[in-house]
Nanobody, 125 residues
Framework: QEQLVESGGDSVQPGGSLRLSCAVS????????IGWFRQAPGKEREFVAG????????QYADFAKARFTVSKDNVKKTAYLQMNSLKPEDTAVYYC??????????????????WGQGTQVTVSS
């Protein structure tokens, strides 16, 4: 059984930082890709960043390039999303998603096979 579990969401002030974690279990294929998405209240879910498991190839949404960094730990089987200089507009539920046999990061929800439950990030004064 494949499972993704997000953690690390919190309430922070503007300019603060958070690191989200995505623990992956039950994956047996060699190629895998992780994507991070977010959904703000009343908004559509949007791509944030992603990484491939073997080569660590990365992709970022335009709004994330200067402030966010995606990484992974192969031993812990965990992907991370480091978020710096957080803004109120970053407030959303953040999800990680997995794609089996993924050799590149995909930017659309439909490409992914498994999803975590999400973790809430709130940025406010």
């Amino acid at each position: 059984q494949e499972q993704l579990v997000e953690s690390g969401g919190d309430s922070v002030q503007p300019g603060g930082s958070l690191r989200l974690s995505c623990a992956v279990s039950g994956v047996t294929v060699d190629s895998y890709a992780i994507g991070w998405f977010r959904q703000a209240p009343g908004k559509e879910r949007e791509f944030v960043a992603g990484i491939t498991w073997t080569k660590s190839e990365q992709q970022y949404a335009d709004f994330a390039k200067a402030r966010f960094t995606v990484s992974k730990d192969n031993v812990k089987k965990t992907a991370y999303l480091q978020m710096n200089s957080l803004k109120p507009e970053d407030t959303a539920v953040y999800y990680c998603a997995g794609k089996e046999w993924g050799t590149q990061v995909h930017l659309t929800e439909g490409a992914y096979d498994y999803w975590g439950q999400g973790t809430q990030v709130t940025v406010s004064s």
